[in-house]
């Protein structure tokens, strides 16, 4: 339907130093030069028709706490720690400086990621997130759903999703249960990802995180490659928060697109577009 090739791409494990796994999406042959870091609550499928319109070498991967990586003991999922596993991971499965794309909370470890080791990324762009970001007030929704964390079917879960207005078309939403779920072995469907079963906790030490620090934006305006910033339309940010970017990084770039928050899955070809012409551009 999309009109191009299906690339080769394979599932890897990265041991990390503590001995966790990070699992990824290994998309094409050669050498990944575009990496993408989803949001909470997702996995690295929800990159996939990026990739597939992306037609070059790629690696989408599952945070830790998500998708086939390790779950923390620590509960600790804040950006710092999150950047930390990236970091490690491309440094064994890169081997030149990526456009690093990541989405929400994916899009505040890459930040981390960029302004912590430049040489690993050539332009970054943050998908509908800006530090700072009200995890009270923005994906209070997110609070709501996650009341709710295991079904008797799939289908039940596909319902639940649709009555919150996620996943766009029927398929788009099928889809997505499927690669975020799991059968128990009793029987019962539960959600893969960790913040599912503590997504209270995980906002809370957000918001504890982001009050702490003296300023939320210190890596994010430290980072030496271009920085872009996409907004859904329907999406998390507010007019306030795309002000406060433009103040803090007077370079960047904001692109504005017909998309809620998932901009990756319901507005995938602008992403892919943007990372091509990251991939173009020459930098001095």
Do not use: C
């Not at 990390?16 to 050498?31: H, I």
């Not at 997110?142 to 919150?164: G, I, K, N, P």
């Not at 959600?191 to 890596?219: C, T, V, Y």
């Amino acid at each position: 339907m999309l009109g191009v090739a299906l690339p080769a791409a394979r599932r890897i494990a990265h041991t990390l130093p503590d001995g966790r796994t990070l699992s990824a999406l290994v998309y094409g042959d050669g050498p990944a030069d575009v990496t993408l870091l989803h949001g909470a609550g997702l996995n690295a499928h929800t990159w996939d028709t990026v990739n597939l319109l992306l037609g070059r070498p790629a690696l989408a991967i599952d945070l830790a706490g998500h998708g086939d990586s390790s779950w923390r003991e620590d509960l600790d999922y804040s950006p710092g720690s999150l950047a930390d596993d990236v970091a490690h991971a491309l440094r064994a499965r890169t081997s030149v400086p990526q456009v690093l794309i990541g989405h929400s909370l994916g899009g505040l470890a890459a930040a981390v990621v960029a302004a912590r080791h430049p040489e690993l990324v050539r332009e970054l762009i943050l998908v509908d997130v800006v530090p700072g970001l009200d995890t009270d007030a923005a994906p209070a929704v997110l609070r709501d759903f996650y009341t709710v964390t295991e079904f008797d079917s799939r289908d039940d879960a596909v319902t639940r999703a649709r009555s919150f207005g996620f996943g766009g078309t029927i398929q788009d939403t099928e889809r997505g249960v499927f690669f975020n779920t799991r059968v128990r072995a009793d029987g019962r469907v539960e959600w893969k990802h960790h913040f599912a079963q503590i997504i209270g906790h995980a906002f809370d030490a957000l918001n504890a995180e982001r009050r702490a620090s003296d300023d939320p934006w210190q890596d994010l305006v430290a980072v030496p490659a271009p920085v872009s910033l996409v907004r859904g339309t329907r999406g998390f940010l507010r007019d306030a928060d795309v002000t406060e970017f433009s103040r803090r990084l007077p370079a960047a770039t904001v692109v504005t697109v017909d998309a809620g928050h998932n901009v990756q899955e319901t507005s995938p070809a602008s992403l892919a577009d943007l990372a091509s012409a990251a991939l173009t551009r020459t930098h001095r």
